[in-house]
């Protein structure tokens, strides 16, 4: 197994169904309980080991998620609210090594990507099925429809879950 992705990388359809939408949309409603299972119980030490050689401890990743998916939430909103606006792009790798996504309680981010996805999936369940053809520009990525952000985050949240499941498999945790 690619250690980097456990559960591969994340293919799009070529034609997105609303049977899409509605699986990613109740994927990213049970990603935060998700999360929170895949790290229950474990000790700061545990915390603090890296998922793969070379690669972030389950904090960063815990982290991680929040960070990563508010940016989206914005990205999202922006594109519902602007015809194809310009998003800003972050580095992920950097943020991960600010001094609070390794050392801080997990906790703070299981809260805030509970009330995060609370709020996107009250929010995505409101859109019509041509919201999701919306576009936004990402730097690096061109054109992306709101679709392809929504099945993105849905794997991306079930991607580093696998990271944290698959590090405590191999553990024995």
Do not use: C
């Amino acid at each position: 197994m690619d250690l980097r992705y456990p559960i591969g990388r994340f293919e799009f359809p070529e034609k997105v169904e609303m049977s899409h939408i509605e699986s990613w949309i109740k994927d990213l409603e049970y990603t935060p309980k998700s999360l929170k299972e895949a790290v229950s119980g474990l000790t700061q030490e545990q915390l603090d080991t890296p998922y793969r050689p070379e690669g972030w401890t389950v904090r960063q990743v815990v982290h991680h998620l929040p960070d990563s998916h508010m940016n989206s939430y914005i990205n999202y909103r922006l594109g519902l609210l602007e015809d194809n606006p310009t998003v800003r792009s972050t580095n992920v790798d950097a943020l991960a090594q600010l001094f609070d996504a390794k050392t801080a309680d997990i906790e703070w981010s299981l809260e805030l990507l509970t009330g995060l996805h609370a709020r996107w999936v009250m929010l995505l369940r409101t859109l019509k099925r041509e919201d999701f053809d919306r576009t936004i520009q990402q730097p690096g990525r061109g054109e992306r429809s709101l679709a392809l952000l929504l099945g993105t985050y849905s794997w991306h949240g079930k991607h580093h879950i696998a990271h944290i499941t698959s590090l405590r498999e191999r553990m024995g945790w």
